[in-house]
């Protein structure tokens, strides 16, 4: 095992997050089980860290094929590496409290005015954002907007009390108007809206050796227990997870402060809203794709990829 393998983290790392012993509550609304198998690759990674988070919630919102049964598969997934889990921390969540919290959202995209009806969904949204606790709740959005858009509806006074890091593009598209909904409704909603940033997890970044998209799941996931197994068998085995810097962000860094450095990248402030947080425009920070694409801010992401990589690297064997 290499010199660097072996540290905690690098020094260089920021400091903060979930790794420095902040405690965050989570809600994850996801398409997982849809187009894309990038989220089982995140729920996965979600899953070995969730001992540092309380988890309060899984929302199928696709809308798309995706349901939440996509969610139960995966905690079956973790229930055969629970034991092993639970011996490097007793705070990993039983099977049974992570299958207590699936929830399922909506099946289709709003309607033209952005809202429908609630959903078993939308209505856990609301009510775990009303629960009398000081700290926020964290929505990761890597799916559609549907149903958070239903419940800030259904309940507008949930908006002070949550934060949002939503994977946009694709996810945005997939239903246009729930999320035009809360950006003209909701001006004051602290949001990230990361429509670029993301792709630096996969794109870019020190690329050497194991920690090549294919060669880092061959070699670290593969093997390593049922999750790492599971991770294998997505995405032909190789890294995208690209929901997974809105989980990064809180592991790594000041999740209070956007602007500042952290595993899930470097936002900037959309100078007309008071608390949105947009991709760093800055052609410094901006990563291209081979076939030429700019990706905004993905750089703020991938300058921290060998850290990331050998602590994720750490999680997976866990599962051994």
Same mark, same amino acid.
């Given at each position: 095992?290499?010199?660097?393998?072996?540290?905690?983290?690098?020094?260089?790392?920021?400091?903060?997050?979930?790794?420095?012993?902040?405690?965050?509550?989570?809600?994850?609304?996801?398409?997982?089980?849809?187009?894309?198998?990038?989220?089982?690759?995140?729920?996965?990674?979600?899953?070995?860290?969730?001992?540092?988070?309380?988890?309060?919630?899984?929302?199928?919102?696709?809308?798309?094929?995706?349901?939440?049964?996509?969610?139960?598969?995966?905690?079956?997934?973790?229930?055969?590496?629970?034991?092993?889990?639970?011996?490097?921390?007793?705070?990993?969540?039983?099977?049974?409290?992570?299958?207590?919290?699936?929830?399922?959202?909506?099946?289709?995209?709003?309607?033209?005015?952005?809202?429908?009806?609630?959903?078993?969904?939308?209505?856990?949204?609301?009510?775990?954002?009303?629960?009398?606790?000081?700290?926020?709740?964290?929505?990761?959005?890597?799916?559609?907007?549907?149903?958070?858009?239903?419940?800030?509806?259904?309940?507008?006074?949930?908006?002070?009390?949550?934060?949002?890091?939503?994977?946009?593009?694709?996810?945005? /598209? !997939?239903?246009?108007?729930?999320?035009?909904? %809360? =950006?003209?409704?909701? $001006?004051?909603? #602290?949001?990230?809206? +990361?429509?670029?940033?993301?792709?630096?997890?996969?794109?870019?970044?020190?690329?050497?050796?194991?920690?090549?998209?294919?060669?880092?799941?061959?070699?670290?996931?593969?093997?390593?227990?049922?999750?790492?197994?599971?991770?294998?068998?997505?995405?032909?085995?190789?890294?995208?997870?690209?929901?997974?810097?809105?989980?990064?962000?809180?592991?790594?860094?000041?999740?209070?402060?956007? /602007? !500042?450095?952290?595993?899930?990248?470097?936002? %900037? =402030?959309?100078?007309? $809203?008071?608390? #949105?947080?947009?991709? +760093?425009?800055?052609?410094?920070?901006?990563?291209?794709?081979?076939?030429?694409?700019?990706?905004?801010?993905?750089?703020?992401?991938?300058?921290?990829?060998?850290?990331?990589?050998?602590?994720?690297?750490?999680?997976?064997?866990?599962?051994?």
């Amino acid at each position: 095992m290499t010199d660097d393998r072996a540290k905690p983290n690098s020094s260089e790392s920021p400091k903060g997050g979930a790794l420095d012993g902040e405690r965050h509550r989570v809600l994850v609304l996801s398409d997982i089980g849809g187009r894309d198998e990038d989220d089982a690759q995140s729920l996965v990674h979600y899953l070995l860290y969730a001992d540092l988070f309380d988890t309060e919630g899984f929302v199928s919102s696709p809308p798309g094929a995706g349901r939440a049964k996509d969610f139960l598969d995966a905690i079956d997934v973790y229930e055969k590496d629970y034991a092993k889990l639970a011996g490097h921390s007793p705070r990993y969540p039983t099977p049974d409290s992570l299958r207590a919290v699936v929830k399922q959202g909506a099946g289709a995209p709003s309607p033209r005015q952005g809202v429908d009806h609630p959903t078993e969904g939308s209505k856990w949204i609301v009510e775990c954002a009303r629960r009398d606790d000081p700290r926020p709740l964290w929505v990761l959005v890597w799916g559609a907007m549907t149903d958070l858009a239903q419940a800030l509806h259904d309940a507008p006074d949930i908006a002070p009390r949550i934060r949002v890091h939503f994977i946009a593009g694709t996810n945005e /598209e !997939s239903d246009q108007t729930a999320f035009d909904y %809360v =950006r003209f409704e909701f $001006r004051d909603l #602290w949001l990230i809206y +990361d429509k670029t940033t993301f792709r630096g997890w996969y794109i870019g970044g020190d690329q050497e050796g194991d920690l090549e998209n294919g060669a880092f799941v061959e070699t670290h996931a593969k093997g390593h227990g049922a999750l790492g197994d599971r991770f294998a068998s997505l995405r032909h085995g190789r890294i995208k997870m690209a929901d997974t810097p809105t989980v990064a962000y809180l592991l790594r860094g000041d999740p209070d402060d956007p /602007e !500042s450095e952290s595993w899930g990248g470097r936002f %900037v =402030r959309d100078s007309d $809203r008071p608390a #949105w947080w947009k991709d +760093d425009p800055s052609p410094s920070f901006a990563e291209m794709s081979t076939d030429g694409v700019r990706f905004r801010g993905a750089r703020t992401i991938n300058m921290w990829r060998r850290d990331y990589l050998r602590d994720f690297e750490r999680r997976l064997d866990r599962c051994i």
